[in-house]
């Protein structure tokens, strides 16, 4: 039957890499191009068995066991997508406005597991429920399922192309918008780019799937924002959504910063930048019911436009934020899936659907459709378990060091890795105090990066804080709070903290950030968008990409176990790589490794031995 044809199959009989071949050219640690597939997937998963940076999971579940029936073979229907075709981004705009129910995004695929789990799931395990989410949750105002971290993660730890990513999940979700997070100038990136990059990444993303672009500037600067409006007005279908980051406590009588009025002065800003919707984007967790209430009033009153509300959940009470944001008159909100929701992700979508059936704003989006979805992604959640954040419930400690939901929970694991995990309340105070050092700045991807730097920096080194104000060139100061003091992320709301900028600067070659782009890139960029924009934005993540590519083939063809956790004894593993063509491999014996620390690793290929040299790195 099938596993004899397999086994006929002469690519498989041919078995280039054998035993003696490899046993005599043990530097060939690098399979090279003639390298056939079954070898180079093989010489993946013995490299994960013997260096497997994670644990078994906890249970075998698969998680498309779980996916509710729903007849895959009909169409999805029509939703929010073709309103936005129809009508266009000003019309759709203006209909957002006009509508009683309140619109919903599902930011599942993008930030719920930028917050909860390290941006690390798979594309695969979003395509395998997408088609779903389309046939029930056609209501959707839009899925949030790109942009922010997954780029950078995509190229950097799960070997997969971002741009793929999008294009798939466009293609199996053709009647819902795709979001993403654009952070303006700094795109998906940590620092400005030149504005011809901006343009070319707008274009590019629009044209392979983004229908709805929030843009915001992590010091809440219009002109960082501006030339991204800009790009995504000049696309027929994106839709500009400008976000004010919200930090803060707004209708605290303390508050003298970030108040109403500054918040007003930004919206007219970003409205007269040509913005179709208001965001706003409250990435810690901040924004507290009676401040929701009085700022959606106030934008609503003094602009035509839509109010989208983003928000997390870390202290616990975001769904009573949310309703007072819908009494407010709020157009839209985010929410997640149930089984990624809550703490430093967005507020549970059943919950939303709940509090808000049988009230004249109810979403039209079916409870029982989101709770269906829910023993997928809580199966999905259990096999990314080494990722978890280590929060393991509310914090009200977010009120006094602001740290965003997605930075939260990848502070812990970085501290974790500094051997700082059982000190993570003084990095959060510690936080606190950089916050104020810089000068009580918008905390969000890139300059949450730099008071977070500063905090580690400072706790591993022991320094007190005030000591270091006093005189920070004392100390080594991180590359990132060098250059926010320098000003490539441009000014900070509440201007510069003096004397402590000038003390940290004194003395040291600043550059100026790089505004054109070289002609070659220029070309580049015109001729081949995808691949120079993962080389503009991340050279390096984007080289161990296309060398892991070249060196184990297209890894999207292994399970999210396999993946993570390489060849299992005892399992044989089913390895479809493509139509008709699947690999079966066992593990059949592990070697000692040799005084190079090479480990020979044995496995069985459908059927027949193969073996592949790995560094064991432990
Ligand atoms: C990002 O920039 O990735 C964020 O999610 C900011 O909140
Ligand atoms: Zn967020």
Redesign the pocket.
């Known amino acids: 039957g099938f596993l004899r044809g397999v086994l006929a199959d002469p690519d498989f009989l041919a078995g280039r890499a054998t035993t003696s071949f490899i046993d005599e050219r043990p530097e060939l640690l690098r399979p090279h191009e003639s390298a056939d597939r079954a070898t180079k997937l093989l010489q993946f998963l013995a490299e994960r068995t013997i260096n497997k940076p994670h644990g078994l999971p906890r249970t075998p579940v698969v998680a498309r066991t779980k996916l509710p029936t729903v007849d895959l073979a009909a169409e999805p229907p029509a939703g929010s997508r073709q309103r936005l075709l129809e009508l266009g981004p000003a019309g759709f705009a203006r209909a957002l406005r006009e509508q009683k129910a309140v619109a919903v995004t599902d930011t599942t695929f993008r930030?719920a597991h930028?917050s909860l789990l390290a941006t690390r799931v798979r594309t695969r395990d979003l395509s395998n429920v997408a088609p779903t989410v389309a046939r029930t949750l056609p209501q959707l105002f839009s899925v949030e399922a790109w942009g922010?971290?997954t780029y950078d993660v995509a190229l950097r730890f799960l070997k997969e192309d971002p741009w793929a990513r999008l294009a798939t999940l466009h293609e199996l979700m053709p009647n819902l918008p795709i979001q993403m997070?654009l952070?303006g100038r700094n795109t998906v990136g940590y620092t400005p780019y030149p504005l011809a990059v901006t343009d070319a990444f707008v274009t590019e993303a629009a044209r392979t799937g983004v229908d709805v672009f929030r843009i915001f500037d992590a010091l809440n600067n219009v002109e960082q924002i501006r030339p991204a409006i800009e790009a995504v007005l000049k696309t027929d279908h994106g839709v500009a959504e400008a976000a004010l980051c919200y930090t803060g406590n707004m209708t605290s009588p303390g508050e003298k910063l970030y108040t109403l009025d500054y918040y007003l002065r930004l919206a007219e800003q970003l409205v007269e930048a040509g913005a179709h919707i208001l965001a706003i984007?409250d990435?810690a967790g901040l924004l507290r019911a009676p401040a929701a209430a009085k700022l959606v009033t106030a934008l609503r009153e003094n602009f035509d436009l839509p109010v989208h509300l983003h928000t997390h959940d870390t202290a616990g009470g975001q769904l009573g934020t949310l309703l007072a944001a819908i009494d407010a008159g709020v157009d839209a909100v985010d929410v997640a899936n149930a089984a990624w929701a809550g703490t430093t992700s967005q507020v549970s979508m059943s919950a939303l659907i709940a509090a808000t059936d049988d009230t004249e704003r109810a979403t039209g989006l079916s409870l029982q459709a989101a709770s269906d979805l829910e023993p997928y992604f809580e199966a999905v959640r259990v096999l990314y378990g080494e990722f978890e954040s280590g929060l393991p419930g509310p914090t009200g400690r977010v009120y006094h060091h602001e740290i965003?939901g997605?930075q939260l929970s990848n502070l812990r694991q970085q501290a974790m890795a500094l051997g700082l995990g059982d000190r993570f309340e003084a990095i959060e105070d510690m936080y606190a105090a950089a916050n104020t050092m810089l000068g009580n700045i918008v905390k969000?991807?890139p300059s949450s990066k730099v008071v977070g730097d500063l905090a580690l920096a400072l706790v591993g080194q022991n320094i007190d804080p005030v000591a270091f104000e006093a005189d920070p060139q004392k100390y080594d100061i991180p590359d990132s709070v060098i250059g926010f003091l320098n000003g490539d992320l441009g000014d900070p709301p509440g201007g510069w903290p003096e004397p402590f900028r000038t003390k940290a600067l004194a003395g040291r070659r600043v550059r100026p950030v790089e505004t054109d782009l070289p002609d070659a890139d220029a070309a580049a960029l015109a001729s081949d968008p995808r691949r120079t924009l993962n080389r503009l934005l991340f050279p390096g993540p984007t080289k161990d990409f296309e060398e892991a590519t070249e060196r184990y083939s297209d890894l999207s063809v292994l399970t999210t176990r396999q993946f993570l956790h390489g060849l299992e004894p005892g399992i044989e593993h089913e390895v479809p790589i493509e139509r008709g063509k699947t690999l079966l491999m066992s593990l059949q014996a592990i070697g000692e490794a040799d005084e190079r620390g090479l480990r020979p690793v044995m496995a069985t290929v459908n059927g027949q031995v193969r073996q592949v040299l790995v560094r064991d790195l432990g």
């Open positions: 930030d930028q922010g971290a997070l952070r984007k990435m965003p997605g969000v991807t």
